[in-house]
């Protein structure tokens, strides 16, 4: 079974200008997660689909950041603009059920804003 | 606030050793407490507890949950360096589907 995909895994942008992140779920998984993982802390949920609706995006600031999953399958997130504080490496997990233990998480795009 | 808290932030040990790592908790409509190992990619899941004084148990890891006191740990016998990384506790709260909310890491170093 292949894994979450998540592409690019590495990014370096100045200030202000913008970016975009893919994520490929895992097969049939119904429910999409984004994590913001700062380096020192553990990751933080920014949103968080079911199919191609929106569950909860309660902590993702909405003023620079946006995500999609139209067709209820991939995803993307995307930065515009960019701030130094948005350094951080961005996750994305997939899961089945409702269950925590059962979300599958993708290697990460860790993102260099300078 | 949900707020999750790790202790310590990190711990260097030998070849061998046993370590206790810890997980006090403060969320609303507490569902399970999760820890996950993660190296140098995502974290990998390790345990799921929902019931107080029950321990899990794989190879060398175990874990135990006390939601009177709000708490977890998770121990690690005779670690090996294959053990290093950082060991994440997360709290799943019934509040938007099956939100977790993380600490921030106990990172283990187990020297040879």
């Known amino acids: 079974e292949a894994g979450v995909a998540q592409s690019p895994r590495y990014k370096i942008i100045e200030k202000r200008q913008s970016v975009a992140f893919w994520c490929n779920p895992i097969?049939?998984?119904?429910?999409l997660y984004w994590y913001q993982q700062i380096l020192g802390q553990g990751p933080k949920l920014l949103i968080q689909?079911?199919?191609?609706?929106?569950?909860?995006d309660s902590q993702l600031p909405k003023d620079r950041f946006s995500a999609e999953r139209l067709k209820g399958v991939d995803s993307t997130l995307k930065i515009q603009p960019a701030k130094l504080e948005d350094s951080a490496v961005y996750l994305c997990?997939?899961?089945?059920?409702?269950?925590?233990?059962?979300?599958?998480f993708g290697p990460g795009t860790r993102l260099t804003v300078t | 606030e949900d707020k999750v808290v790790q202790s310590p932030l990190s711990l260097v040990v030998h070849e061998g050793d046993t370590v206790t790592l810890n997980c006090s908790y403060e969320v609303t409509n507490f569902r399970s407490l999760l820890w996950y190992k993660q190296e140098k990619k995502a974290p990998t899941f390790l345990f799921m507890l929902?019931?107080?004084?029950i321990e899990k148990k794989s190879g060398r890891l175990s874990s135990i949950l006390d939601k009177k006191e709000l708490f977890s740990i998770l121990n690690i016998t005779a670690t090996q360096t294959g053990d290093s990384a950082v060991y994440l506790c997360?709290?799943?709260?019934?509040?938007?589907?099956?939100?977790?909310?993380f600490g921030a890491g106990t990172i283990l170093r187990v020297k040879s």
């Open positions: 689909f079911q199919n191609n609706g929106v569950v909860d």
């Open positions: 929902t019931s107080s004084g």
């Open positions: 097969s049939g998984h119904a429910t």
């Open positions: 997360a709290v799943e709260a019934v509040e938007y589907g099956n939100k977790l909310v």
């Open positions: 997990a997939s899961s089945l059920g409702y269950r925590g233990s059962e979300q599958y």
